[in-house]
């Protein structure tokens, strides 16, 4: 049993005074009371539940030795999102013969800047049934605007879009307009 002990004092003077009984308080009632508060919250508490995005992944082949064909997305029904350095992103409609640096052009990830640049190239497409965002890293880009990208698809309801890497022309164009002339040249190996 837990309690608290008041000690006496000694008598200084000549006076002498009655014995009086020690305080005593017990504290057992207050630590079951504790553990029963502790036990309640803990489980009348509610839990935070994780955000989490859904991604459609294409299911697997059935037969191993069955690859299906390559899929060829028009230039019409898709836009190409290239995520770069600095929170900038990159868009173009082009394909590896008409895409310069002039035509690579740079939006924000605000509402007026790429919800605006997607919800455009959507309702321009040839066939908005097969309408598709692909959306492209760099190296130089960070997790968050990849987060704020998928965001975006959420936002526009954009269901097919796909992830991929640059192609070499697209991260030639992409090195010229952003500068980086030395970015592409590889090490020296002995």
Known sequence: MAEVQVQEKGAKGGKVRSKKQSTRVDMTPMVDLGFLLITFFMFTTTFSKPNVMDLGLPAKPKEKDKKPPPTEIKLSNSISLLLGKDNKVFWHQQDNTSLTD???NETT???EGLRKIIKQAEANAADKS???VIIKPTDDAVYKNFVDVLDEMAITKI???GVTDLKSW???IYDKRVGNSGAAAA???K
């Open 159 to 161: 269901e097919r879009y």
């Open 130 to 132: 097969k309408f598709t």
């Open 102 to 104: 002039q035509n690579l």
């Open 109 to 111: 990830f605000d509402r």
């Open 170 to 172: 697209e991260k030639a």
């Open 187 to 189: 090490p020296a190996t």
